[in-house]
């Protein structure tokens, strides 16, 4: 089994980017060697006559890692469903590239994070969704969801479709959860712990910053002080390093 763990959403813009380098700068704070991985990104911007995936570069940061070919192999422009955006770039995604570059973080960290595209039936090649990605890469799963009224039903619906495939889902996170939450999202995360068969294993707070890395830190911050916390690192299969 990897010392690894495949972050998805319920689907796009949920914070599996924030979540996840959050969850990094917390290992990395606590002397943990850790990797960080966005196999495809769509939706990346040009800078310096490169192609730049805005997510893996947070990520790097939060690990304190190079943002290398291996921590994001595919960057592409189009901000779709990267299927279709590798189709409109001519870009051929090959998974066993993903796998190689993959294998090679495992082998440089002790524990690597990675962070999928959307939800987990988003296309990524031809007839390959997300979800064949985690199986290829044999990985257990992380479940980010929002926190608000429609959460519970994309929650169940994740982790179900996550346990039909045959992929073993080690907990949800509920993100950006605010100060003061309206009914739904009081009845959320009782529901989602209950309901979706796997267990909650953290709220983490709207955090009220513009910059990404403040919200990170404030997060990383927010998730030290907070028993649970170990339980989370448990979980996700941190405990033996
Ligand atoms: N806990 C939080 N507090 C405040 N803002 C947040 C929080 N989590 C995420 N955000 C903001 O919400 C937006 C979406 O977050 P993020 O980019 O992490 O989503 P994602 O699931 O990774 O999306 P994608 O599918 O594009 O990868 C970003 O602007 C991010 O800064
Ligand atoms: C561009 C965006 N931020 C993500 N990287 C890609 C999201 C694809 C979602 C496809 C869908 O579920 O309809
Ligand atoms: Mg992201």
Redesign the pocket.
């Given at each position: 089994m990897s010392n690894a763990i495949f972050i998805t959403?319920t689907?796009?813009?949920?914070?599996?980017?924030?979540?996840?380098?959050a969850l990094a700068r917390l290992l990395r704070k606590q002397g943990i060697n850790v990797g960080v991985m966005k196999p495809v990104?769509s939706?990346c911007v040009e800078r310096d006559d490169s192609v730049v995936s805005e997510?893996a570069e947070l990520l790097a940061w939060a690990a304190g890692v190079p943002l290398d070919e291996e921590c994001a192999p595919y960057c592409l422009r189009t901000p779709i469903a990267p299927a279709v955006a590798a189709s409109r770039e001519n870009v051929r995604i090959d998974f066993s590239r993903i796998r190689d570059a993959f294998e090679s973080l495992v082998n440089r960290h002790d524990f690597v994070l990675v962070?999928?595209?959307?939800g987990l039936m988003v296309p990524l090649s031809g007839g390959l969704m997300v979800a064949d990605l985690v199986l290829a890469l044999k990985l257990p799963l992380l479940v980010?969801a929002r926190p608000d009224l429609g959460t519970i039903n994309h929650t169940v619906l994740t982790c179900f479709a996550a346990k039909q495939l045959g992929i073993e889902v080690r907990g949800t996170i509920i993100?950006?959860?605010p100060d003061k939450p309206d009914t739904a999202e009081e009845y959320a995360p009782h529901l989602i712990d209950s309901l979706s068969g796997a267990p909650l294993l953290g709220v983490?707070?709207?955090?009220?910053?513009a910059d990404?890395r403040i919200?990170v830190e404030t997060?990383t911050n927010h998730l030290s002080g907070q028993g649970t916390t170990k339980i989370l690192l448990r979980e996700i299969g941190i405990e033996n390093i």
């Open positions: 959403g689907d796009t813009g949920v914070g599996k980017t924030i979540a996840t380098a990104t939706g997510d962070e999928g595209a959307g980010v993100n950006s959860y983490f707070p709207k955090v009220e910053a990404q919200i997060l």
